[in-house]
């Protein structure tokens, strides 16, 4: 069987759920290539993939977590990181699987990156799809 190649590029600022949503990634993508790059921020994560499509990837997973606060500073920070994601993607003709989470309680940082909801195993789910449809697979499952 052929091995699809993954980078997971994380922000692990909040390293707690960083590593939830990483490590739910990697199990979905067991079994394949997969390359994981940190950076401090998700101002940073861009950057990063940038860099990483430059290899060649199938996939890129953006991944991390922004505390929604009293100023606007985190919603700057996410459509600053989203608007550089689409472009890259469709620059590159690479999928780029954009999870970076955005909550305003603990309780929605667990569950989306360390319960069911968990947006790492969404994300290598979304990456083997559109992997999936690149090797010839018809409806990406």
């Known amino acids: 069987m052929k091995k ?3 980078t997971i590029v994380v922000a692990d600022y909040h390293r707690k759920y ?3 949503m990483v490590q739910a990634a990697q199990k ?3 079994g394949h290539r997969v390359e994981e ?3 401090p921020g998700t101002f940073e994560v ?3 993939v940038k860099r990483a499509l430059r290899k060649k990837p199938d996939a890129v997973l953006a991944l991390g977590l922004v505390w929604q606060g009293e100023t606007p500073h985190a919603a700057l920070i ?3 990181a989203t608007d550089a994601l ?4 469709l620059k590159s003709d690479t999928p780029v699987l954009h999870h970076l989470v955005s909550v305003k309680t603990e309780a929605q940082a667990r569950a989306r990156c360390l319960g069911k909801l968990n947006r790492g195993r969404e994300a290598a789910q979304a990456a083997l799809r559109m992997w999936n449809l690149k090797m010839g697979g018809s409806r990406g499952r």
């Open 37 to 39: 790059v940190r950076v």
């Open 18 to 20: 960083a590593d939830g």
């Open 46 to 48: 861009p950057l990063a």
């Open 28 to 30: 979905v993508l067991r």
């Open 86 to 89: 689409m472009r890259m993607m």
């Open 4 to 6: 699809g190649r993954f």
């Open 78 to 80: 996410l459509k600053s």
